[in-house]
């Protein structure tokens, strides 16, 4: 069993113009992580290099916010990535 991933735009450069994802792992990093081997620089775009969040990423898992890597998922949850949008 897996976690459903749901990505925004944004990063469709990085998963092949997919929308959703499966990943494996007991955790947001673990997940993370799992995505990164398939998906080479996905991890970079949400997570900077001292291991955090980036300000402009959110993480909803089962709808719920997600607010640190060590947030625990389960087989069967939705884990959705939102991107801020900007412009002028």
Do not use: K, W
């Not at 925004?8 to 081997?37: C, I, N």
């Not at 970079?44 to 909803?60: L, S």
Request: hydrophobic letters at 45%.
């Amino acid at each position: 069993m897996s976690i459903r991933v749901v990505v925004p735009g944004q990063l469709y450069s990085y998963t092949g113009g997919q929308s959703q994802l499966a990943a494996e792992g007991a955790t947001l990093g673990e997940v993370l992580a799992d995505l990164d081997r398939r998906y080479p620089g996905l991890r970079f775009r949400v997570v900077d290099e001292h291991g955090a969040i980036r300000p402009h990423v959110r993480f909803f898992v089962n709808r719920e916010p997600a607010l640190a890597l060590s947030c625990p998922l389960a087989a069967g949850d939705e884990l959705v990535v939102v991107g801020a949008l900007s412009g002028g």
